[in-house]
């Protein structure tokens, strides 16, 4: 088994590290009750898919470049910081909020599920939150320095075993708290 330690940026496409929008591209005036969905913090932090804002067809044209894709890694960044949830095949079309971070792996050298694996993991999250900064409210470090973060990498066949060890695990987990979740009721 080979391992390399490569840092963040050396994993991601071109322009594969988007920040949310600024407040005034994204308005809360703009918000409807229907319409392509905006992704929140909450999606990053649950893992959840149930949305309280959408934007129209024409804003969501404009704003393309925040646009979620198969397999982008979103990480939330401001309070609850450093929580990452993965965009699925079937997740609805939509843009990232301005406290979601957007990571866009290059595939050829790093599985998306293993670097969320990596950022799930005490190390990964320490990675993240001890680069964020404010005593009240923090907030995800600036670009340079998440982009920074070395990471510990194995070659895409041992990357695999390690993704199949772990969705083993967390089915496992998931079904334990199925079970605890009908005890309690």
Known sequence: ?????VILAELLQPKGYIRGPF????KRSEMLSIGVPVYEQQ???Y??????????EKKFEGMKRFQVKEDDLIISCSGTVGKVSIIG????????????????VDKEKVLPQYLKYY??????????????SGSV????????????????????ETQQKVISI???????????NAINDNLAA
């Open 23 to 26: 407040g005034s591209a994204l």
């Open 166 to 176: 772990l969705t083993v695990i967390d089915k496992k987990i998931e079904k334990n």
């Open 1 to 5: 088994m080979k391992y390399s330690t």
């Open 89 to 104: 095949r079937d997740d609805p079309k939509g843009i990232i909020s301005q406290a979601l971070l957007l990571l866009r």
């Open 119 to 132: 950022f799930d993991s005490a190390e990964g999250y320490n990675a993240i939150v001890s680069r964020s």
């Open 47 to 56: 893992n959840n898919r149930v949305f309280r804002f959408f934007i129209s």
């Open 137 to 156: 409210q923090v907030n995800i470090a600036k670009r340079e320095v998440i982009e920074n973060i070395p990471i510990f990498i194995p070659n895409i």
């Open 43 to 45: 999606h990053a932090i």
